[in-house]
């Protein structure tokens, strides 16, 4: 935000060049209440390799290191011997055998049979996954909270959330709803108040898109794929969590738990976001302006 020194009388102050952007406060019944002011945070540059940098992070924060034991594939009798010195039923070399490790000490068609390097049956795999690895792509603190301011400026872009393929009739973003709608403790009552907000039709399209995975996902716990709608961010731990949590798509997230993922899913900027009164004015606290 851009300012003016104006000078009056020998004093001199310092006066906003852009007035301050207002949203308006919505009752339950989707009408206007009152215009509040947004925080500057809603005036950051959306920088879009930045968000996803860090969605990237927070999902490979997720990921468990694994790998199979180092001794996987090698755990068994073979050896070889490559000394000509020693007699013939000791050695691996000069036999009439290809040069490499063989099973010892066992019985009939099992003796001799190559074993313990990758290309054998049951032999160890060439470049195992280790559970070393570095696999999270971590981000600078500042980073992390400049995309977050970024990716909270984007919910307010009416083209970028149009551009996510969210449905929704509002003409001004953000949505700002009264706190009485963090004591909602049912479903249909949320489902109510989001249809009088008109927005209900993108949980209704969340809905619709719900399919099930091809592939073995199904047999380990991600049976659906489903599509993402809309975020509620509230201010404190309130009833509305339970209320909202089975709405299709919909996640409701404290304002002090939010993250590049929720704001951004699938690292493209721009989610359909619905405020409480309390969560928009806690929103400063959390982040520098």
Same mark, same amino acid.
């Given at each position: 935000?851009?300012?003016?020194?104006?000078?009056?009388?020998?004093?001199?102050?310092?006066?906003?060049?852009?007035?301050? +952007?207002?949203?308006e406060? =919505?009752?339950?019944?989707?009408? /206007?209440?009152?215009?509040?002011?947004?925080?500057?945070?809603?005036?950051?540059?959306?920088?879009l390799g =930045?968000?996803?940098?860090?969605?990237i992070?927070?999902? +490979?924060?997720?990921?468990?290191? /694994?790998?199979?034991?180092?001794?996987?594939?090698?755990?068994? +009798?073979?050896?070889?011997?490559?000394?000509r010195?020693k007699?013939?039923?000791?050695? %691996?070399?000069?036999?009439?055998?290809?040069?490499?490790?063989?099973? #010892?000490? *066992? #019985?009939? &068609?099992?003796?001799g049979?190559?074993?313990?390097?990758?290309?054998?049956?049951?032999?160890?795999?060439?470049?195992r996954?280790?559970?070393?690895?570095?696999?999270?792509?971590?981000?600078? !603190?500042?980073?992390?909270?400049?995309?977050?301011?970024?990716?909270?400026?984007?919910?307010? !872009?009416?083209?970028?959330?149009?551009?996510?393929?969210?449905?929704?009739?509002?003409?001004?973003?953000?949505?700002?709803?009264?706190a009485?709608?963090?004591?909602?403790?049912?479903?249909?009552?949320?489902?109510a108040?989001?249809?009088?907000?008109?927005?209900?039709?993108?949980?209704?399209?969340?809905?619709?898109?719900?399919?099930? *995975?091809?592939?073995?996902?199904? +047999?380990?716990? #991600?049976?659906?794929?489903?599509? /993402?709608s809309?975020?509620?961010? %509230?201010? /404190?731990?309130?009833?509305?969590?339970?209320?909202? #949590?089975n709405?299709?798509?919909?996640?409701?997230?404290?304002? *002090?738990?939010?993250?590049?993922?929720?704001?951004?899913?699938?690292?493209?900027?721009?989610? &359909?976001?619905?405020?409480?009164?309390?969560?928009?004015?806690? &929103?400063?606290?959390?982040?520098?302006?």
């Amino acid at each position: 935000m851009g300012h003016v020194r104006a000078s009056q009388g020998g004093v001199t102050a310092v006066v906003d060049a852009k007035a301050e +952007t207002k949203a308006e406060v =919505l009752s339950l019944e989707g009408k /206007k209440l009152r215009e509040i002011g947004l925080p500057r945070v809603f005036e950051s540059e959306v920088d879009l390799g =930045l968000i996803k940098r860090a969605v990237i992070a927070v999902q +490979t924060g997720r990921i468990q290191p /694994k790998g199979p034991s180092t001794r996987a594939g090698r755990d068994m +009798t073979a050896q070889y011997i490559g000394s000509r010195q020693k007699p013939a039923m000791y050695r %691996t070399i000069n036999v009439e055998h290809a040069r490499l490790p063989r099973l #010892r000490n *066992r #019985r009939y &068609l099992l003796q001799g049979r190559v074993a313990g390097v990758p290309h054998a049956v049951g032999g160890p795999r060439v470049h195992r996954l280790n559970k070393d690895r570095v696999i999270v792509e971590r981000i600078n !603190d500042k980073e992390r909270r400049k995309a977050v301011a970024a990716a909270i400026a984007a919910t307010a !872009d009416v083209a970028l959330v149009r551009a996510r393929g969210h449905r929704f009739e509002a003409k001004r973003l953000p949505l700002v709803v009264e706190a009485r709608f963090e004591e909602l403790v049912k479903a249909r009552e949320v489902a109510a108040v989001l249809t009088a907000l008109n927005v209900y039709g993108d949980v209704e399209k969340a809905k619709a898109r719900k399919k099930v *995975r091809p592939g073995r996902g199904k +047999t380990r716990g #991600r049976k659906y794929k489903r599509a /993402k709608s809309l975020l509620i961010v %509230t201010e /404190k731990p309130a009833k509305v969590y339970k209320a909202a #949590r089975n709405l299709e798509g919909v996640d409701v997230v404290e304002v *002090r738990n939010l993250n590049a993922e929720l704001l951004a899913p699938g690292t493209l900027p721009g989610r &359909l976001t619905l405020w409480t009164e309390g969560a928009l004015n806690a &929103l400063a606290k959390y982040l520098v302006n």
